[in-house]
Structures are given as C-alpha cells and as structure tokens.
C-alpha cells in the first residue's frame, strides 16, 4: 500500500523557521517526482514546490522561493521542506504528495502536517 | 502563474448530472494533456479522480467523466450521489513546470 506520512508541523512564531518530512513507502520512491502542497484554512490548494526524482530538477511557487527548500534522501525514503522566515501566509496544511511523470497528476497524498505561524 | 478558474459552487439533485468547468491558458490547460481532478471531502486528503484528462483511476466511478476543448477542461458527474458532496478541484502541467490548481468548486447535493 502507497503511504505518504508528514510530521514537523506545529506552531511557530512569525519569522522563525520549521522543517516539515515525509516518509514515503509502498513504492519505489527513488523513482518518483515529490512534490508539497498546502491548504490554507478554508481555502483552495496552491502547489508549493517540487523535486525530481533525482533532485536535479527544483521548482517553487513565486510565494515562497527564496523562504522555503525542498529536498529528498532516496536512501530514507524520505522528502523534506524547510521553511525560514515565516509569516501568518504560510500557516496551512502542508500536503506531501507523489507524481507521475514530474507533475502530470498527483496519484498519492498524505493526510497533511498542519503548519500555524502566529505570535 | 495564475490560478485555473473554476466556479465556485455547484449544485444537484441526486441521481442528476453535473459539470464542473475548469478554464486556464494555452500554457497549461489548452496546452497539455496533462489536466487531472481531485475530489476532497471535509477534513480528508484530496484523491484523484481524473488523469490526463479524461482517464480513470482503478476504483474511481465511471460516474465521472473528463474531457477538454481548448483552454476549458471539464469534469461531469453523473447520476449524482450524496457521497459526491465535496469540494473538486482541477489542475494542470504548466509550461513553466509550476504546479497550478484551480480555486475548487463546492458541489451540493440538494
């Protein structure tokens, strides 16, 4: 079974930084392009960035690049997102999510690490 | 890279069909076939219901239905249920490699 698990959500002050990960397994996940997506409270989905499935293709949403850095370690199954200078716009449900192709559709969605940036 | 445009509610009777619109540009949806629908009910993840364009994932309804003509992407969902009360949302490949959703649509069941 394909299962996408985040952690390292939590509350942090405005400013400050956070480092979401994902831990994939039921699937060959040196394969597959990863991306991050996020939902704010009551809002839509916005795509925040994505990976190659050899890290030598990064793309970020114009909102965060320059704040935010994806990453992947193929050997621990695992995606990482680290956030710096947060502001109350990033506070949202973060999505780890699989691709097929780089980003054709998103075939796989974790339940979500809820990120809150408030004083 | 601007959001797609959906519109923001849509409403049926059980057992009616409905069509969810999804507009973008010659650089995404008019320009790839690329153009995929996901399903989110309250509180859950969103799951995909439509791949390039008009495919089904195995166990998704052949209630649902995809389809594209030029920029404008659709989703129809036939013999309406109350379990397809949700939010839907399409997105798209984009020639920039940005991954771009729509707003999403709340679909009532009356």
């Known amino acids: 079974e394909v299962q996408l698990v985040e952690s390292g959500g939590g509350l942090v002050q405005p400013g400050r930084s956070l480092r979401l990960s994902c831990a994939a397994s039921g699937f060959t996940f040196e394969d597959s392009a990863m991306h991050w997506v996020r939902q704010a409270p009551g809002k839509g989905l916005e795509w925040v960035s994505g990976i190659s499935w050899n890290s030598e293709n990064i793309y970020y949403a114009d909102s965060v690049k320059g704040r935010f850095t994806i990453s992947r370690d193929n050997a621990k199954n695992s995606l990482y997102l680290q956030m710096n200078s947060l502001s109350a716009e990033d506070t949202a449900l973060y999505y780890c999510?699989?691709?097929?192709?780089?980003?054709?559709?998103?075939?796989?969605w974790g339940q979500g690490t809820l990120v809150t940036v408030s004083s | 890279q601007s959001a797609l445009t959906q519109p923001a509610s849509v409403s049926g009777s059980p057992g009616q069909s409905i069509t969810i619109s999804c507009t973008g540009t010659?650089?995404?949806?008019?320009?790839?076939?690329?153009v995929s629908w996901y399903r989110q009910h309250p509180g859950k993840a969103p799951k995909l219901i439509i791949s390039?364009?008009?495919n089904r994932p195995s166990g998704v309804p052949d209630r649902f239905s995809g389809s594209k003509s030029g920029n404008t992407a659709s989703l129809t969902i036939s013999g309406l249920q109350a379990e397809d009360e949700a939010d839907y949302y399409c997105s798209s490949y984009t020639s920039s490699s940005k991954g771009v959703f729509g707003g999403g649509t709340k679909v009532t069941v009356l």
């Open positions: 390039d364009v008009s």
């Open positions: 010659s650089s995404d949806v008019g320009g790839y076939k690329y």
């Open positions: 999510t699989k691709a097929v192709g780089f980003m054709y559709y998103f075939d796989c």
